[in-house]
């Protein structure tokens, strides 16, 4: 689980060192507090892409640790073993520098993101607050229920053969073309290759090289804007701000019984000029972050414009040159280098096909299986969730043609009514349904994860009054089995947290940074009482506040 957190110079973070234990930890704060920022940091420790953006304005690099106890996690402990790195315990650091470039270790030993990437699916189960979007797609479906079944490495292993099958299919037809035939695919399929690996396209580069270029080529126009925002808004002598605090003043002439009947409109200009104070510094920030790089620029239209430029060449999306360029050197290895008898080629791509079989009908069972057990998890909580009269189920079809993952098609079937039929998840569903039927999917894959620490963040959108009271309840099921990290803007989850750790922003004229605090019992009952009533905390507030709080500790199911 996770031990320790510790981030230095990270987005509007100075310095924060947290110490987190087993159960579930409830992460709270105003919008737009940085509760996001827990996230980030701990996403850096576990391989996500560094930016020069994540160091905090001023600093020379961010530098992220968080220690994890692995005591009780084999899977971690033995791919540390296996890379002879020390197994006692697990500490990760990353430093991140203002040109971007980050640098990482495990135990003390440089790694890469690939690494930290591989390490961390062992340590951190990640439920985002769009994981409903992703259950649109059967995909997902099918990854769920594989990960339910446990089997992902006999899946990988399907993959493998049914690539090796359709070569060697592919190697057959070849072998029977005549000699010129075969000469001259060898002849492209070596051109093709050689200007493929010239590229080095990289899986995922492409994305980036065009959200790169966008940033890159609108830098100019975006520092112009910004700067004629400020000017509206910042200017000493003109600006918004300005105008704003002089209107203060002379309100502030007012006599004493004048200023009492216009107290109200007094504290919301002053409010205001606070948020406007707030806007100008982070459109500094924001400003001072844009970087003009006509050089950068360059290569990276040009790196773009070999790519697509191939692409047509083979009539594919640029995204799929990466896939292309494994095919065709695969093709190319077999053909240059492969058996030169027919027979037994033949041979071999009978034996491939009768074990990609038997190894996909072993995986279909095991699919079916899952899929009886996970319908019955999601539909149990469902009912929990206040959707008693929904059926779930988890259809697991045969295809019509073979795919490398098997032979098998997983799709999610709803009804949220009586007598209505069972039909595809995104044709059922409304926002609020889908909500719910997304956590109760989420619930009960987490139920059965072998992963110790589960970061929820903001699954609970879309929810309130009693469901987020049971949603609430699941998550500190969840947390008495391990580690349960969840972000939230509902006092009925947070109420049920075994502790909660409260994010605040301060700001002034000269910086802005983010605090996260511990709290105790007394501080619990002000932060849902903040939660449920806003700033100005009654003592009515304050006492829902505390019976929610006595409620949520109970440990007890409603």
């Not at 987005?11 to 737009?32: C, H, Y």
């Not at 509206?232 to 600006?239: I, R, S």
Request: charged share 25%; proline share 3%; aromatic share 2%.
């Amino acid at each position: 689980m996770l031990a320790q957190l510790s981030i230095h110079h990270y987005a509007i973070v100075d310095a924060l060192d947290l110490d987190f234990r087993k159960g579930m930890t409830a992460i709270t704060g105003e919008t737009g507090a940085g509760k996001s920022i827990l996230l980030g940091a701990l996403g850096l420790c576990l391989g996500d892409r560094a930016d020069a953006a994540n160091v905090r304005h001023g600093a020379k690099q961010a530098d992220i640790s968080a220690r994890f106890d692995i005591q009780a996690l084999p899977s971690a402990r033995d791919w540390l073993s296996e890379r002879e790195l020390d197994t006692e315990d697990c500490l990760i650091r990353r430093v991140v520098t203002t040109s971007g470039r980050s640098k990482a270790w495990i135990n003390g030993t440089p790694c890469t993101a690939s690494d930290l990437k591989q390490l961390g699916e062992h340590l951190i189960e990640v439920h985002g607050q769009h994981a409903h979007h992703a259950l649109m797609r059967e995909e997902t479906h099918l990854r769920l229920v594989d990960e339910l079944a446990g089997h992902q490495d006999d899946v990988s292993r399907l993959k493998g053969l049914h690539r090796q099958w359709q070569s060697l299919r592919r190697d057959i037809r070849a072998r029977r073309e005549n000699s010129s035939e075969r000469d001259a695919r060898l002849q492209l399929l070596r051109y093709q290759v050689e200007e493929l690996d010239e590229l080095a396209l990289q899986e995922g580069e492409l994305g980036q090289l065009e959200t790169e270029h966008t940033n890159l080529s609108h830098a100019e126009q975006s520092i112009q804007t910004t700067q004629h925002a400020l000017d509206e808004c910042g200017d000493e002598q003109h600006g918004a701000l300005t105008r704003l605090s002089s209107a203060l003043g002379h309100l502030g002439t007012l006599p004493d019984a004048q200023r009492k009947t216009i107290e109200p409109i007094l504290t919301m200009l002053e409010e205001a000029r606070i948020q406007l104070s707030e806007a100008v510094s982070d459109l500094e920030h924001h400003q001072s972050s844009i970087e003009l790089d006509p050089t950068r620029l360059a290569f990276v239209e040009e790196r773009l414009s070999t790519a697509h430029t191939i692409a047509r060449k083979h009539y594919v999306n640029p995204e799929e040159l990466t896939g292309l360029h494994a095919t065709l050197a695969h093709e190319l290895s077999e053909l240059d280098a492969g058996p030169s008898d027919l027979s037994e080629l033949e041979e071999q791509a009978q034996t491939v096909r009768d074990e990609w079989r038997a190894l996909a009908a072993t995986v279909s069972d095991r699919r079916a299986k899952a899929a009886i057990q996970l319908t019955a998890d999601v539909e149990a909580q469902l009912k929990f969730l206040g959707m008693e009269k929904a059926r779930f189920e988890v259809a697991v079809t045969p295809l019509e043609k073979p795919q490398p993952e098997g032979l098998d098609h997983v799709q999610f079937l709803m009804s949220a009514n009586p007598g209505q039929p069972m039909r595809p998840l995104h044709k059922v569903a409304s926002g609020g349904e889908l909500s719910r039927i997304s956590l109760a999917i989420q619930v009960a894959t987490a139920t059965h994860s072998k992963t110790p620490t589960l970061v929820f963040d903001e699954v609970d959108v879309g929810i309130s009054g009693a469901t987020a009271e049971i949603v609430g309840q699941l998550l500190r099921e969840l947390g008495g089995r391990g580690q349960v990290m969840c972000v939230t803007h509902l006092p009925q989850v947070a109420a049920q947290a075994h502790q909660h750790l409260h994010i605040e922003k301060q700001a002034d004229e000269h910086q802005t940074q983010t605090s996260m605090l511990l709290l105790d019992r007394q501080g619990r009952v002000r932060e849902l009482a903040r939660m449920l009533g806003g700033v100005h905390l009654s003592q009515q507030t304050l006492a829902h506040a505390r019976e929610m709080l006595k409620s949520g500790q109970s440990d007890q199911r409603h």
